[in-house]
């Protein structure tokens, strides 16, 4: 491993450590430490989609046109940690709300920075990239496993003594180190320095053409609708873990990340065999299966079935969102590629999460109990979700032939 190489993958590695380290987590601690309520851990997971839809902005209109990528990711990250630490120090929502919010808004960007710092120094990023990004998915479940095996601070008897707070101070640190190493990274001057860029390229908008194409019109709704049982995952999939007597709830959710590294070696087989459609179905229908399992499944006896439904992520996440990604490319070409790209990431991550994490926050406080919650309720809803949206895209969707012969030689159809 070379000096850049090394470089850019320890700078993945912290990328997703912080944001493993306390994210998956946040639902349980504001639940149990700061005595939220469905609804307000809605609003706190929604800074997500708000950072996603701002993002575009700092990019598009900043980063792109006026700094190096590295120096601004420095900046971001730098700011980024002083707002944990005010998240570690934050004595109730109140409190906290403000600062989640400002930090997403500082983070989304970094994710399309971290991109920019590592392709600016590929000869070939379809074959060196993957070798880079695999340091991220490390550093998130290097974050999880320390939560839960090294710090123990996700035990029920932990967790009420609020020890699930020193997430957001690790995670301060975390960001302290990534800031200042940001400065060390390759230089990556702006792309579009000079360059005329306004709202409609920062956004992606000249892709909305592309919705003219019946077919993708209807894998974009899909996708928009998809991301609703998505938020389910997100906001409640560790507060379940850890209310119903999962030893090691954050450790063992890992098992997704892990399985996201398999099923992603896997895909290329997938649509060669099957194509297009039945793949994005077979994600899609992974869902409805994963909320099924965690419906019925328990601490005791049922924890086999917790375990396939967290391992589920690979195919979820995969079949789906990086099946949509490759489709996108696919229909898009090269002038629009990148609008593309963006405008399906706008309205997943932004719009379509936005609206699943206000709806997961209902359903939540709806079936919450004098003694936890009815977390059969709760699963059921995005299991029969996602089942009506699977269906729907089943007789509204085309299959066709995928071209990308550029990046990867090969025909999917």
Not at 158 to 165: E, H, T, Y
Not at 248 to 265: D, I, P, R, W, Y
Not at 401 to 411: I, P, R
């Amino acid at each position: 491993m070379n000096n850049i190489t090394l470089r850019l993958s320890l700078m993945m590695f912290l990328q997703f450590f912080i944001w493993g380290g306390w994210f998956v987590t946040l639902g349980t601690f504001l639940a149990n430490n700061l005595s939220a309520s469905g609804g307000q851990i809605g609003m706190a997971f929604s800074t997500q989609s708000w950072g996603a839809i701002i993002a575009p902005f700092i990019i598009g209109l900043i980063a792109d046109r006026y700094f190096n990528a590295e120096r601004i990711l420095g900046v971001l990250h730098l700011v980024g940690a002083v707002l944990m630490y005010c998240l570690y120090q934050a004595a109730d929502f109140d409190a906290f709300y403000p600062f989640v919010l400002a930090y997403m808004i500082a983070y989304m960007p970094t994710l399309a920075l971290v991109n920019s710092v590592a392709f600016a120094q590929m000869r070939d990023p379809s074959k060196q990239f993957g070798k880079i990004r695999v340091w991220g998915t490390i550093g998130w479940i290097v974050a999880g496993l320390s939560i839960s095996y090294l710090f123990a601070w996700d035990g029920q008897e932990a967790i009420a003594q609020g020890m699930l707070r020193n997430t957001f101070l690790l995670c301060a640190v975390a960001s302290l180190l990534l800031g200042l190493f940001s400065f060390v990274l390759p230089k990556t001057p702006p792309k579009s320095s000079g360059e005329r860029m306004g709202l409609k390229e920062v956004l992606g908008l000249d892709a909305l053409a592309l919705l003219k194409d019946k077919n993708f019109l209807v894998f974009f709704i899909s996708s928009i609708l998809i991301c609703i049982p998505l938020a389910f995952y997100y906001q409640n999939a560790n507060p379940f873990l850890t209310e119903t007597g999962v030893a090691n709830a954050t450790g063992k959710m890992t098992l997704g990340q892990v399985s996201e590294v398999v099923f992603m070696l896997v895909l290329p087989v997938f649509l060669n065999r099957f194509g297009i459609k039945i793949t994005l179905l077979i994600g899609m229908l992974a869902w409805v299966i994963r909320y099924v399992l965690f419906a019925y499944g328990n601490a005791d006896s049922g924890i086999a079935l917790l375990l396939i439904g967290i391992a589920l992520h690979g195919v979820c996440y995969d079949f789906f969102f990086v099946s949509g990604q490759i489709y996108t490319d696919s229909k898009a070409g090269v002038k629009i590629k990148n609008a593309a790209q963006g405008l399906i990431t706008l309205a997943t991550y932004g719009v379509g999460m936005l609206i699943g994490f206000w709806v997961a926050g209902k359903i939540t406080d709806s079936y919450t109990t004098e003694t936890g919650h009815s977390w059969f309720d709760i699963w059921l809803f995005p299991a029969i979700f996602a089942l009506v949206v699977s269906v729907l895209f089943l007789l509204a969707f085309k299959n066709e032939k995928v071209v990308l012969k550029e990046q990867t030689g090969a025909d999917y159809e």
